[in-house]
């Protein structure tokens, strides 16, 4: 056998040995991924006034932030967590308040990390508006994009959030545009653009730079009298990427009408992903943001706050979460979809 034909025998060989051990060796372990799992809910009462509160947002320490739906007051919020328990609530207090200047139905509020700041979105106008805390003085707005000229009536920009580091807001209408779709209904849920802005620093302004579409789910009950909703109430972005989205719905499930809370993880690689999903009676939840988040985010608490028309069930929700390891076939993108 020449030398060129006893190459071409051992290239075969090789093939054919390769072909064997790959049947036999161990296939390279899949990277583990670290997803947001719910290890703690806790509720307590709030005062009932004011009734109004649709927005949260945390300022330091205990001390957070919340907008009324009337008249555009700022509240500040002074939350008290159990002593030996970190994930259960003790109680909270509304010692002051602002009157933001030319808000008229603030919804949603975000601290501004870099400006020291915060920025409100207002469904009437609509409208997103930076302030001053401390007298609520207006000092600026951002250019929201062409959709927010479709918005429905009562169903503009509800949620809003700003990042740890202070680069990136995230706002959306409540519901679909009009052009996006339909509203929310029993059969089908409502299409929402997640609106995505960015800076370079504190001193430049927004920039717009990506609409997400996102599916709201559908109704859960009966509609109400033409009254029922299921849509975006609040954001939350987390520092490492993630954005949190609550879904507000009010349905009929049994004789008189009553709320329902979803909280989705959402990161752009995949699909939207449950986390919580609970009824709350008569207590409507419509603002959310971070409690606190450990460093390497192991470890997250979300505050909630229900805006419930100053009945008894006005309430603080805190929800605790981990991020936990998982192997990627353990937790498949297929299994994102059957949460979603």
Partial sequence: MGKRAFDKVMRVAGLGL?????????????????????????ECPRPSQPEGLSGVTRLAG?????????GGRL???????????????????????????GVVDGEGCAWDPLRKTVWVS?????????????????????????????????????GLTISPDGLTLWTCPEEAVEGDGPLASPTNGTLVRLHRY??????????????????????????????????????CALADGTLLVLEREMSVKGFLPS???????????????????????????????????APDGSQVRLLLVSDGGGL??????LISCERKVYNTREHSPEKDKENG
């Fill in 122 to 158: 207002d469904e009437k106008g609509p409208h997103v508006s930076e302030h001053d805390p401390q007298t609520g003085r207006r000092l600026g707005e951002l250019k929201l994009t062409d959709d927010f000229r479709r918005i429905r009536p009562n169903r503009g920009p509800e």
């Fill in 312 to 317: 008894p069930t006005e309430a603080l929700l």
């Fill in 259 to 293: 709320f329902r809370l979803r909280l989705y993880e959402v990161r752009p690689d995949r699909p939207k992903r449950l986390l919580l999903d609970r009824d709350t009676g008569l207590a409507m939840y419509e603002g959310i943001c971070v409690a606190e988040e």
């Fill in 62 to 70: 205990n001390r957070f932030l919340a907008i009324d739906d009337r």
């Fill in 198 to 235: 960015v800076r370079a620093s504190g001193r430049a302004a927004w920039r717009a730079v990506e609409e997400i579409p996102y599916r709201v789910d559908p109704l859960g009950g009966r509609d109400y009298g033409g009254k029922s909703c299921s849509g975006v109430s609040g954001l």
């Fill in 75 to 101: 509240w500040a919020l002074d939350v008290a967590f159990h002593a030996t328990n970190a994930n259960a609530l003790a109680g909270c207090s509304l010692p002051s308040h602002v009157v933001l200047a």
């Fill in 18 to 42: 390769a072909a064997v051990v790959g049947c036999v060796t161990e296939p390279p372990s899949p990277e583990p991924i670290r997803r947001l799992e719910v290890v703690a809910v806790s």
